[in-house]
């Protein structure tokens, strides 16, 4: 069974081109969370579609950012598809795990996602070992100054 996914973020969007294009792939149910972030967790219509998929179900959206609310959390949610047997079709961005080239794509996508944030890890910590360097201490300051510790002393003698 074909089933789609729609999400728009704010109230004031429309779900009406997803939708259409939803059907015009041959999805048979249509799930939707309107208003709802994808950086939320929580996505009534999402939580229930991945209830109901099925081995042999191939779930479409209408762009692959719909899904996810991160390269991580997508890459886990089409893993979740391939050992549950599930499909996964991204209109918009020609993604098509249903064939090899399709499941290729999407895991040198998902390679290069890993890659940059790996980069982006490098590049703070060296930051952060400079600014060490340099004599900067990191992280929140201290709850009591050295001049608040000997005023609190004073006070209990």
Not at 67 to 75: A, F, K, V
Not at 144 to 155: G, R, V, Y
Request: charged content about 30%; glycine content about 10%; proline content about 3%.
């Amino acid at each position: 069974m074909q089933i789609g996914y729609a999400r728009v973020s704010t109230i004031d969007q429309n779900l009406d081109l997803q939708i259409e294009a939803l059907k015009s792939a041959g999805c048979e149910k249509i799930y939707e969370d309107e208003g709802v972030s994808g950086a939320k967790a929580s996505r009534p219509g999402l939580e229930e579609l991945l209830k109901h998929l099925q081995r042999g179900d191939v779930l479409i959206v209408w762009k692959l950012d719909r899904l996810g609310r991160s390269l991580r959390h997508l890459i886990d949610l089409i893993g979740m598809f391939e050992e549950r047997g599930i499909g996964f079709t991204s209109l918009s961005d020609g993604i098509d795990t249903t064939t090899p080239l399709g499941k290729l794509f999407f895991h040198i996508s998902g390679a290069f996602g890993e890659y940059e944030r790996n980069l982006i890890s490098e590049r703070t910590k060296a930051g952060m070992e400079a600014a060490r360097a340099r004599g900067v201490r990191l992280g929140r300051p201290p709850k009591l100054t050295a001049l608040d510790k000997l005023d609190h002393q004073s006070i209990d003698t």
